[in-house]
């Protein structure tokens, strides 16, 4: 698991290898992600949006962006956590993953960014 706390919001991430298919003729490692995010300061924040940069050693870099996560813009009171899954499909078996997601303080109305802590994506027979 890597973490990271950026602006009182603090960012966990685990993964997990969960298998090959063949989509077109092509072999892709399918890897989960979930993502927590854990309000730890005093005012109530909401998700707005995501950035990703998605490397795979085969192919150039990935830039992904959308409102929200999985179709949802969580609202987080202070002290509270959101977690979701979510998946990413490689050409290799290795990558990595990271990113930001903007977020905007209720108290003050400001929008900031939250650092999402780069990530592995590894098949564990790689590792060995």
């Given amino acids: 698991m890597v973490q990271q706390v950026t602006n009182g ?31 730890q300061s005093n005012a109530s924040v909401q998700l707005m949006s995501r950035h990703w940069k ?8 990935e830039i992904v962006e959308g409102e929200g996560v999985i179709g949802k813009k969580p609202v987080l009171a202070p002290k509270k956590s959101y977690t979701y899954s979510s998946y990413c499909n490689l050409t ?14 209720f108290t003050n109305t400001n929008r900031f960014k ?13 590792l060995n």
Avoid: W
């Avoid at 960012?11 to 993502?35: A, C, D, P």
């Avoid at 998605?54 to 870099?61: C, G, V, Y």
């Fill in 54 to 61: 998605i490397f795979d050693s085969l192919k150039s870099l």
């Fill in 9 to 39: 919001i603090k960012i966990s991430v685990k993964t997990k290898f969960e298998g090959m298919s063949n989509q077109n003729r092509r072999l892709l490692f399918t890897f989960s992600y979930e993502i927590t995010i854990e309000n």
């Fill in 92 to 105: 290799s078996p290795t990558g990595a993953m990271k990113g930001f997601f903007n977020m905007i303080n």
């Fill in 114 to 126: 939250v650092n999402i802590p780069s990530f592995q994506l590894t098949v564990p027979a790689v």
